[in-house]
């Protein structure tokens, strides 16, 4: 890993250290006004609080990397103390709260595959797969004249996860999720 990211080498998911804070590239753009020196607008999530926000770095600004590190482990359950994983390895075992996990944990299924995010040691957030497959638990029946293309309907998944779904998933039907953005991807192959 870099210890100082130039501004040409910024990519989405590089991890930063702004102002001793662990941030995450989610966007960017380098820009060269006609008049004026070159710049890259970024958008950066913060690691610690999910805050979103945007920077505007000159060309040529180097900027430190986060001192993180990434573990793969397997989610194991939540309890009343948080989330608990354990690293595949030594199986040592990690506890993450309710409140670093947020949203992310509507799309975790017992002994799933994540990586932890380390910042100094401590445990901050998860990085799920891309896609999940999970299984509609509640939906609205499908109707003859109910077309592929046309619409879409709330459907609640095994996790409790809502997801926009085309009219014709039923109940029962397992669904491949984009954890980015909670879309729905297709319908699984099982």
């Known amino acids: 890993m870099a210890s100082v990211y130039p501004t040409n080498e910024f990519r989405k ?3 930063l ?7 995450q590239i989610v966007d960017f ?11 890259t ?14 920077r505007t770095f000159k060309s040529g600004d180097r900027v430190p990397a986060a001192n ?14 948080g989330f608990n994983f354990m690293n595949t390895e030594n199986f040592e075992q990690t506890i993450i709260s309710e409140e670093q996990i947020g949203e992310l944990a ?14 100094n040691e401590k ?19 499908s109707f003859r004249g109910d077309t592929v293309t046309g619409g879409s309907k ?26 980015r953005d909670s879309s729905y991807v297709e319908k699984a192959n099982k």
């Open 13 to 15: 998911n590089i991890k």
């Open 17 to 23: 250290d702004i102002d001793n804070t662990p941030y």
């Open 29 to 39: 753009q380098h820009v060269s006004p006609g008049k004026g020196s070159a710049f």
């Open 41 to 54: 607008r970024t958008k950066l999530k913060n690691l610690l609080n999910g805050n979103v926000i945007e």
């Open 68 to 81: 993180v590190e990434v573990k793969d482990m397997q989610y194991l359950f939540k309890d009343g103390s």
């Open 106 to 119: 509507l799309f975790m299924q017992d002994n799933m595959q994540v990586q932890v995010v380390f910042y």
């Open 123 to 141: 445990p901050i957030t998860v990085e799920l797969p891309t896609f999940v497959e999970l299984k509609v638990v509640k939906t609205d029946p």
């Open 154 to 179: 709330p459907a609640t998944m095994e996790t409790g996860a809502v997801v926009q779904v085309p009219f014709h998933i039923s109940e029962g039907d397992v669904l491949k999720i984009d954890t």
